[in-house]
């Protein structure tokens, strides 16, 4: 059975919504297996925790990229849409 890791742990050290939001962004958690998971977290030491500024960076750099994102498929949907309607 494979489990999601967050690679920034415990939990209970993230508390505010900064927090939460940084340790569950996508790069800041991986699939692995239950075992490995178990293991990992009975015998390694969690990392640092990270500042909040190092936070906030890392949230807003992933908010941009996502607005971005989302802006590029919008503008290919409204071009896909308007050759559509001039070869009509």
Do not use: C, I
């Not at 900064?18 to 790069?27: C, D, G, M, Q, S």
């Amino acid at each position: 059975m494979v489990t999601v890791h967050h690679l920034f742990w415990p939990r209970r050290d993230y508390q505010t919504d900064l927090e939460r939001r940084f340790r569950t962004l996508p790069w800041n958690k991986v699939e692995m297996p239950m075992d490995a998971h178990e293991l990992l977290h009975r015998y390694a030491p969690p990392p640092s925790k990270p500042s909040l500024e190092e936070m906030l960076d890392a949230v807003e750099a992933y908010e941009l990229k996502e607005r971005q994102r989302r802006a590029q498929r919008l503008l290919m949907t409204r071009g896909v849409r308007a050759r559509h309607q001039r070869s009509a």
